[in-house]
């Protein structure tokens, strides 16, 4: 309870993967990616059948992608709180993402906005969220966290923070959350060829989305990328 009424009391004071040319039949992601959404209730703990009649929850909802190496991220992340009778809604767009395995952190801006018996109040948002797959749908394994920094409470529309162009580190000591209903999936995909001389002895195979060399010269040539 105390995370969250810290933040109210606070305000009033981001493709589908591509199909490579030639590649086998067996589909391997082309790009990085984070998408899902998960419900973690504070109260009621476990969450109701329908969480939004919970007092105190926290939404993520994720549609995140870049390349396997990092570029060109896009997407968006939307954050939903409710403290009690008080709402914060967090609609954001994708800066930066950076893949490990199974865990994602995701750099956003957009605008976060304060639903109180006062009326509304929005405020621009910047920085970072961490999202774990650790298991499948309602496991409880899946976390995400975030840490994000508010701008000044000025009057509509709230100039826009930058957001993080560096993934690479989360900061310590944030709360997680849990994926008490819902599924957050990360995909890390295998970095693809940028030289012809990666697909030659036998190099094409590491990739596993070539049929042959040829195919994998010709991704290399024709300069295609997910």
């Given at each position: 309870?105390?995370?969250?009424?810290?933040?109210?009391?606070?305000?009033?004071?981001?493709?589908?993967?591509?199909?490579?040319?030639?590649?086998?039949?067996?589909?391997?992601?082309?790009?990085?990616?984070?998408?899902?959404?998960?419900?973690?209730?504070?109260?009621?703990?476990?969450?109701?059948?329908?969480?939004?009649?919970?007092?105190?929850?926290?939404?993520?909802?994720?549609?995140?992608?870049?390349?396997?190496?990092?570029?060109?991220?896009?997407?968006?992340?939307?954050?939903?709180?409710?403290?009690?009778?008080?709402?914060?809604?967090?609609?954001?767009?994708?800066?930066?993402?950076?893949?490990?395995?199974?865990?994602?952190?995701?750099?956003?801006?957009?605008?976060?906005?304060?639903?109180?018996?006062?009326?509304?109040?929005?405020v621009s948002v910047a920085g970072l969220i961490r999202v774990t797959d650790g298991g499948?749908?309602?496991?409880?394994?899946?976390?995400?966290?975030?840490?994000?920094?508010?701008?000044?409470?000025?009057?509509?529309?709230?100039?826009?923070?930058?957001?993080?162009?560096?993934?690479?580190?989360?900061?310590?000591?944030?709360?997680?959350?849990?994926?008490?209903?819902?599924?957050?999936?990360?995909?890390?995909?295998?970095?693809?060829?940028?030289?012809?001389?990666?697909?030659?002895?036998?190099?094409?195979?590491?990739?596993?989305?070539?049929?042959?060399?040829?195919?994998?010269?010709s991704f290399v040539a024709t300069h295609r990328r997910p």
């Open positions: 309870m105390r995370r969250r009424m810290v933040g109210v009391a606070a305000a009033v004071g981001c493709a589908t993967a591509l199909v490579l040319p030639g590649v086998s039949g067996a589909q391997v992601p082309t790009q990085d990616s984070v998408v899902g959404a998960a419900v973690d209730c504070q109260y009621p703990d476990p969450c109701p059948p329908d969480p939004a009649t919970a007092d105190l929850l926290t939404r993520l909802t994720a549609d995140v992608r870049s390349s396997p190496t990092g570029e060109h991220p896009g997407g968006t992340v939307t954050l939903g709180e409710r403290v009690g009778g008080a709402g914060i809604h967090s609609e954001t767009q994708v800066t930066c993402l950076s893949v490990a395995d199974h865990v994602a952190i995701i750099g956003v801006t957009g605008t976060r906005t304060f639903t109180l018996i006062v009326g509304t109040i929005s499948g749908p309602d496991s409880g394994l899946d976390t995400f966290e975030f840490a994000l920094e508010q701008g000044p409470l000025v009057p509509p529309p709230p100039p826009p923070l930058p957001g993080p162009t560096d993934c690479s580190a989360f900061p310590a000591g944030v709360p997680p959350f849990h994926n008490e209903q819902g599924d957050l999936v990360v995909t890390d995909a295998p970095a693809l060829p940028i030289s012809t001389e990666q697909c030659k002895k036998s190099g094409w195979k590491i990739y596993g989305v070539f049929k042959n060399q040829g195919s994998c010269v």
